[in-house]
């Protein structure tokens, strides 16, 4: 799965899709042949998923340093400034 197809997935979607496959299996009475293949897309999905809130969480981190960055700077100016506030 490329980088492209991950960023792309519909996270609503995807999780709602995940979350009728788990009702599904807690439905019972599964037929085996069946249960293996819904199993595998319901691992394709999970690793989807994870692939995806990895970016987010990365975008968030990326977004928090900057703002950081920003602060200290600021900081910084204030202070060579002779200014506190």
Same mark, same amino acid.
Do not use: P, R
């Given at each position: 799965?490329? #980088?492209? +197809? +991950?960023?792309?997935?519909? %996270? #609503? ?11 599904? %299996? ?12 819904? %199993? ?17 969480? #990365? ?5 928090? #340093?900057?703002?950081?960055?920003? +602060? ?12 506190? %506030?």
């Amino acid at each position: 799965m490329s #980088a492209k +197809t +991950t960023s792309k997935i519909n %996270f #609503a979607k995807s999780y709602d899709e995940l979350q009728k496959l788990v009702e599904w %299996f807690e439905k019972g009475d599964v037929d085996l042949e069946e249960g293996v293949k819904k %199993f595998e897309d319901g691992i394709k999905l999970v690793g989807e998923l994870k692939k995806y809130l990895g970016n987010i969480e #990365a975008k968030v981190k990326q977004i928090k #340093a900057k703002f950081e960055n920003n +602060t200290e700077e600021d900081d910084d100016e204030e202070e060579k400034d002779g200014k506190l %506030f």
